[in-house]
């Protein structure tokens, strides 16, 4: 199982992207899908996730901002990031439970990060 993701990049404030993570591989099903990032110096922390019924959660200081979404078609997720701030600056790290084919449980997997770079 591999999470390929994509979509950063620079930006100017007040600007948006969007990042996408597709998991694949020979894969069951997949639980939790979860965006995370860390900005330079600091530890990782956790942005926003979605649960395989499409329910979501957010940081406080993404609400408002971001909207994270998935299709489990694809078992890919989104997270749309919009008005965004030069403190968002950072490598975002997808995140998803799969349960792989012949398998029982749920493994933790993770992308390679993008990086996020909002500036003027």
């Known amino acids: 199982v591999q999470l390929q993701a994509s979509g950063g990049g620079l930006v100017q404030p007040g600007g948006s992207l969007r990042l996408s993570c597709a998991a694949s591989?020979?894969?069951?099903?997949?639980?939790?899908m979860r965006w995370y990032r860390q900005a330079p110096g600091k530890q990782r922390e956790l942005v926003a996730a979605?649960?395989?019924?499409?329910?979501?959660t957010y940081q406080d200081s993404v609400k408002g901002r971001f909207t994270i979404s998935r299709d489990n078609a694809k078992n890919t997720v989104y997270l749309q990031m919009n008005v965004l701030k030069p403190e968002d600056t950072a490598v975002y790290y997808c995140?998803?439970?799969?349960?792989?084919?012949?398998?029982?449980?749920?493994?933790?997997?993770w992308g390679q990060g993008t990086l996020v770079t909002v500036s003027s």
């Open positions: 995140n998803a439970e799969v349960r792989a084919r012949g398998s029982y449980a749920y493994t933790m997997y």
């Open positions: 591989g020979s894969i069951f099903s997949v639980n939790f």
């Open positions: 979605v649960t395989s019924g499409g329910s979501s």
